[in-house]
DNA sequence: GTCTATATTTTGATAGAC
DNA sequence: GTCTATCAAAATATAGAC
């Protein structure tokens, strides 16, 4: 996993990401690709079969990720306050490894093609998963009686958007910034 | 403002508008735009004078209202918790009525070209007066003393992120919305 | 594994008829 | 104001030499 011993495919993509990340997948030539990597664009066929290939290795392993997780973390014991904050220290984890592959996930999904229908199905199970949770910690009255399609969107798009944030703040402390975040989406910032 | 009086070229970024939030600014094409009207994309070039105009069309007004929306917010004499709930109304208000164009202004701007810095300059003016909110709402002790950049990112990216949700819901009672999205993003889900 | 050369398609944009 | 015809540039991708 480590820069050294990746593969030449690995690389493409992780150089790939993070252009995406830039531009957009639309932007970005396979001539852009290939010059951040020192070769010409046709170098890169021997490696990969179509710039669909690369947009399919960036997104799917990580959308994979984010669906096992949350399905692990809804099959667990513990109370919803646990749940939530296990599912914040998720997508820290997953956001601060992948920040370039998170810009394309939440931007670049819809230019899959043969994977996209697998795509949406990863992305439905993972918010049903969620929702469960929610609504669970309602009926156990651990969290208000607010509309959890609300409280889901705003707590989603926080935690999808956290590739934006991380990577600005290099000297950043992970286990710190989780428990802030958890402070500030869970309980709120109001003084009372 | 209503379609029946609009001109040609609002037309034009309307429709483009809608295809953008669909695909990116990037991946829709100037025949893309023209068949969703009806016309040749030889037509459009009567009413606009590159596809770089429209996207400019698209997005500076939007940014110069949410600016111009906040800075009015800051300069009011409302304490920290009514120039939230305003800050929120602004941007219910906003996505409901731009929904398409919010896409391109979170997700194209980088593809603006010469107006790319004022677009950036008017982002940090906004920004800056959000963040003199919240740092003032602390000292007051209005808010909680957490970090101020972590509660602007949480908060902006739910904000910013609303046109996403608000057409799915196409029965959404506005001021009941801005409600609950309020009492979710500040005052936390937590039952204490 | 990378290169040059090239095929094919698509793109933004223009010219000029109606 | 829209059309057809067309241009020039840029894009993905392949073939074959080294």
Redesign the interface.
Known sequence: MSPKSETRKEEIVRVAAQLFK???Y??VTMRDIAAKMGIKAASLYNHITSKQDILDAVIISLAEAFTNGMQSIKSSNNNT?DKLKQIIQLHVKLSSQNSYAMASLN??W??LEERLDYYKKLRVEYEDDFRTILVDGITA????E??P???L???L??L??LY??IPK?EDLNLEE?TT??Y?????????K
């Open positions: 830039e531009k957009g639309t932007a306050i931007n670049d819809m230019h009255s651990d969290i208000i607010a509309n399609e609300v409280m969107f705003s707590i798009t926080t999808r958007s934006i944030w703040k910034f802030t975040l402070q500030i989406l869970i309980e709120g910032i109001i003084n």
